[in-house]
């Protein structure tokens, strides 16, 4: 997206509410993050795993992006 877009943001926020839906409990992310532009994320728990959904905003490449990943430890 375009930086710091409208369109991005509600991508972000469609995306963890869809998440939401289907992971269902949401985990307080740990420890502060040291980055120079905004950043945002919602973590899931998820039968074991955990999902994030993030938004982030890079001023250097003048885009916004919408991040989900999902991390399993099995």
């Known amino acids: 997206f375009a930086y710091r877009a409208n369109e991005a943001t509600q991508a972000f ?3 963890t509410r869809d998440v939401a839906v289907c992971a269902g409990d949401f985990v307080e992310p740990q420890g502060d993050v040291n980055h120079p532009d905004s950043y945002d994320l919602r973590l899931f728990s998820f039968k ?8 982030k905003d890079k001023g250097a490449l003048k885009k916004s992006y919408v991040f989900l990943r999902l991390d399993n430890p099995e």
């Open 13 to 15: 926020e469609q995306l």
């Open 48 to 55: 074991g795993a955990v999902i994030a959904v993030s938004l």
